[in-house]
């Protein structure tokens, strides 16, 4: 439910700025995630996947016009591949994601970006055997380039803020011994963007 909150007050933000401009792109690249935890697995190596998403831009100020607001809809794959009895097994986390975020121009062609991800999880390589929880949250940093242009370039890096991993630990004869909350993701994105409409158009 507070998904489907913030989702409708960003939209009804947008559409309550009069004298705002709008840019919409496409998105897609390759990303590389790994997770962080507390010692519950062995080391753990980082993986590349894929994600695809759109995005629409808005300048809210025109007296303002290098600060922009941006949300992102992204499906991403993160994961990590850990080593069991001696083998790797790679594990996929599917996640829908909405990034809302602030964008500042610092010259012609460059930016800074910056907010948080919103993930829901949409399914699993490996079953039911783990209990992922069905929503992350995380928070990002990237740049930029060529942001005028039809074909810009972005790269971005995420820090989870909430785990991925929460279960129950069951001894079968003791039953419930505690609960485990454990890996956050750490993902970087290299990506380009289509824009739809290169440049800026009023609302």
Known sequence: MRYKFIVVTFFVFFIQIPEGFAQVGMMFGTNYSNVRHDGLLEKTQGQMS?????NIEVVPIKGIPNLSLRTDLILVQKGYTPRLDGSRYRVNLEYGSFAPMVKYAI????????GIEFN???GSNVGEDVTFRKNEKAVFFGVDLF?????????RASFGLTPVLDYYDIDPIEGIQGRIS???????????????HHE???F
């Open 107 to 114: 010259i012609e062609g460059f930016s800074i970006h910056s």
């Open 120 to 122: 829901r999880f949409m």
């Open 50 to 54: 894929l994600h695809l998403g759109a």
């Open 200 to 202: 800026k158009i009023r």
């Open 182 to 196: 454990d890996l956050y993701t750490t993902t970087i994105m290299l990506g380009l963007q289509l824009n739809i």
């Open 147 to 155: 942001n005028s242009k039809r074909l810009s370039f972005y790269t």
